[in-house]
């Protein structure tokens, strides 16, 4: 069966600092990966989604970038973490835009 | 108008009874609807998902969707404290763009 790993799973960092999140699907092949992140109280924002190796889609300009180095790896960065950058990091998967996707157990991202 | 609504509440029921969520969307052509429940500080984790125009069933769950009508609803049967959660819509447009809703937040009361 098809496993979704994320770490870390809290994560407090300073404003300014580097950042890396990873994301690993095991299980399955090629699947389409995303990355979310949800403010306190709010819904979902779709940040970017990657239909294959080194291929990878945009959904709002920020200072975070993605990177897909391995067919189910997925990694978000930044290089200079700023305080609206806090919020519930999530990683999902599908193998069909037709089909659910399924969730990682996220990131909780604290900047001070 | 936003791509997919729905009540923020929160929703109140009483332990037992019938607990309906409902979502509604823009986009005519949306092919595939889901329905995620999500946990305080946890991540949404997948309920049920519906194709085509009716009803489907399972367990205490059932999805009815109506395209005509643009909406889809999800039902819960004999609601129980541990239904108290976040319940996400979320919708797969003629685009090819899946659209999380808001969610709604639903309180069980014993």
């Known amino acids: 069966s098809q496993t979704i790993h994320q770490w870390p799973a809290t994560l407090v960092q300073p404003v300014g600092s580097p950042l890396s999140l990873e994301c690993t699907v095991e299980g399955t092949s090629n699947p389409n990966l995303y990355w979310y992140r949800q403010a306190a109280g709010r819904g979902l924002q779709l940040l970017f989604y990657?239909?294959?190796?080194?291929?990878i889609s945009s959904e709002v300009p920020q200072n975070l970038s993605a990177s897909r180095p391995q067919d189910r790896q997925f990694i978000l960065s930044s290089k200079k973490l700023l305080l609206s950058d806090s919020g519930f990091y999530l990683c999902?998967?599908?193998?069909?835009?037709?089909?659910?996707?399924?969730f990682g157990d996220g990131t909780r991202l604290s900047i001070l | 108008q936003k791509e997919v609504e729905q009540n923020s509440g929160p929703l109140s029921v009483p332990e037992g009874a019938i607990a309906s969520l409902n979502c509604t969307y823009s986009?005519?052509?949306?092919?595939?609807f889901f329905w995620y429940r999500q946990y305080s500080g946890k991540s949404p984790e997948l309920i049920m998902f519906?194709?085509?125009?009716g009803d489907k069933e399972d367990g205490r769950f059932t999805a009815q969707l109506n395209k005509a009508s643009q909406y889809v609803s999800l039902l819960i049967r004999d609601s129980q404290p541990s239904d108290s959660a976040t319940y996400l819509c979320?919708?797969?447009?003629?685009?090819?763009?899946?659209?999380f809703g808001p969610g709604t937040s639903l309180s069980v009361i014993p």
């Open positions: 979320a919708i797969k447009t003629s685009y090819d763009k899946v659209i």
């Open positions: 519906i194709y085509s125009n």
């Open positions: 986009d005519r052509g949306s092919q595939s």
């Open positions: 990657s239909v294959g190796i080194g291929q």
């Open positions: 999902a998967w599908t193998l069909d835009t037709n089909q659910p996707q399924h």
